[in-house]
C-alpha cells in the first residue's frame, strides 16, 4: 500500500516561492506516474501537474506553466513542486497523487485515474 506524505506548505507573499515535497512509501514508488492537484475552499479539486515515472515527461496546467515545476527523486521516494511567481489564485490546499499502473497519456489530468492521494497541504499566498 502506497503511502504519500506532503510537506512545505505554508504563508508567502505574492510573487515569492515555496518548494512542496510528497514522500511516498509501500509499493513502487518509481514505477508511477506522480501528481499535483490544489483545491480552493467552494471549488473543486483542479489538476495542476504530473511527472512520468522516468521523470522524462510532465504536463502542466496551464494556470501554473512557466511558474510551477515538478520533479522526482526515485532515490529517495520523493516528488517536488517548486512554486515561483505565486499569486493569491494559487491559495489552495495541494494534494500528492500516485497512480497504480505505469501507463502515461493526457487522461493524467484527470484526478480519478489516481490511486492514492496524500492528506495535503495547505499553501496561502497573500496580496
Known amino acids: 500500500q502506497v503511502q504519500l506524505v506532503e510537506s512545505g506548505g505554508g504563508l508567502v507573499q505574492a510573487g515569492g516561492s515555496l518548494r512542496l515535497s510528497c514522500a511516498a512509501s509501500?509499493?513502487?514508488?518509481?514505477?508511477?506516474?506522480m501528481g499535483w492537484f490544489r483545491q480552493a475552499p467552494g471549488s473543486e479539486r483542479e489538476f495542476v501537474t504530473v511527472i512520468s515515472w522516468s521523470g522524462s515527461y510532465t504536463y502542466y496546467s496551464d494556470s501554473v506553466k512557466g511558474r510551477f515545476t515538478i520533479s522526482r527523486d526515485n532515490a529517495k521516494n520523493t516528488v517536488y513542486l517548486q512554486m515561483n511567481s505565486l499569486k493569491p489564485e494559487d491559495t489552495a490546499v495541494y494534494y500528492c497523487?500516485?497512480?497504480?499502473?505505469?501507463?502515461?497519456?493526457?487522461?493524467?489530468?484527470?484526478?480519478?485515474?489516481?490511486?492514492?492521494w496524500g492528506q495535503g497541504t495547505q499553501v496561502t499566498v497573500s496580496s
Open positions: 509501500g509499493g513502487t514508488f518509481s514505477s508511477y506516474p
Open positions: 497523487a500516485a497512480r497504480a499502473t505505469t501507463d502515461w497519456g493526457t487522461f493524467l489530468r484527470l484526478n480519478e485515474k489516481y490511486k492514492y
